[in-house]
């Protein structure tokens, strides 16, 4: 990261720190505590809701931080052709209450127990819309070691409806085989040819292309499974928190009129080492000799997450995320 986009941060890290402690903010209940049922249920499905977790107050007044977001930006955050909402990345670099958002300690109570330590924020995503998404596994884009440090947390904004695409998931997803990069090369063997050159930059052109036959290999996988796509029903101020091998993605958009307003964060674990999409794509087979991302790591009243410049603004369909 240069020194001036450090350098650019400074009053905005002093003033969060200041309400940090003179205004601080929680989100979750602070004496929930994840019950032998709810741990019993991620091992066997691969996620867990908790209802009703997130105060409806704090989301109207996060909802109106977001408008006012977009429409100081609202070149890069509108679909020029839909007039829709664009996904906002890492919103909770700008917006402090999104960051607070994402720190919801009834998930970080929970994640504590799944990683067996600290839960570090690295990420979110912000919607207006149903992403209409894939079926995809989130531990393709954000590999770690330990394989399970890493999860999604998906917050609902507003009660969800079944026609405006709902996030949906696999059930049970997490136990199968886990696929890799290889598993998918294996049967485009002239996509494999050409991985053999071992590129040491990253290509990121390549990487789509093996993406997209790890994509074409995972539906094949649902298909031969008749796997079921559950949609995640939420009400406002639920949250849905799911395994990194499970399989999800967004149900189609049957009523476009219809918002789905949520925001997404991921966590890894603190001691994890993580790797790219990049990394898991074109290099999956030698991560050994591939260094692990260096997150600047932060804290705010102990809560440790990736330090971030600012938001970041991209078209729907740009990247892959989910949700």
């Known amino acids: 990261m240069p020194d001036h986009a450090y350098a ?6 002093i ?3 200041v309400a940090d402690r003179l205004r601080p903010v929680w989100v979750g209940d602070p004496n929930w505590r994840p019950s032998d049922d709810d741990k019993e249920h991620w091992r066997a499905h691969g996620w867990i809701l908790i209802r009703n977790s997130v105060d409806h107050a704090a989301i109207d007044r996060l909802k109106a931080e977001v408008q006012t977001y977009r429409e100081r930006h609202r070149t890069v955050t509108t679909n020029a052709t839909t007039g829709e909402g664009l996904r906002i990345g890492l919103l909770h670099a700008g917006i402090r209450l999104a960051r607070e958002m994402g720190f919801n ?11 067996d330590e600290d839960p570090v924020l690295f990420g979110s995503l912000t919607f207006d819309i149903g992403s209409e998404q894939e079926p995809h596994i989130d531990a393709a884009f954000f590999y770690t070691q330990p394989e399970t440090s890493m999860a999604g947390v998906w917050t609902a904004f507003e009660d969800i409806h079944e026609q405006s695409g709902p996030l949906f998931y696999v059930d049970g997803s997490h136990k199968w085989p886990r696929l890799k990069a290889a598993d998918a090369l294996a049967e485009a063997p002239e996509l494999k040819a050409r991985l053999g050159a071992r590129p040491t930059e990253p290509d990121r052109q390549l990487s789509d292309e093996v993406y997209r036959a790890y ?8 298909t031969e499974r008749s796997a079921v796509k559950s949609p995640a029903m939420l009400d406002k101020g639920d949250v849905f928190i799911w395994h990194p091998w499970l399989v ?3 149900l189609p958009r049957v009523n476009r009129d ?5 925001m997404v964060v991921h ?9 790219d999409q990049d990394s898991f794509f074109l290099r999956g087979d030698r991560l050994d000799q591939v260094p692990a991302i260096k997150h600047p790591i932060r804290k705010s009243r102990g809560r440790p997450y990736v330090w971030h410049p600012a938001p970041v603004n991209f078209s729907m369909g740009n990247g892959h995320f989910e949700a």
């Open 15 to 17: 003033k969060w720190a």
């Open 267 to 275: 966590y890894i674990g603190a001691s994890a080492r993580m790797w």
């Open 258 to 262: 219809l918002t789905r307003r949520s």
């Open 215 to 222: 994509s074409a290999k995972l539906e094949r996988v649902l």
């Open 248 to 250: 999800h993605g967004g």
């Open 8 to 13: 650019r941060t400074v009053p905005r890290d």
């Open 105 to 115: 300690h009834q998930a970080r109570t929970f994640l504590r127990w799944a990683f």
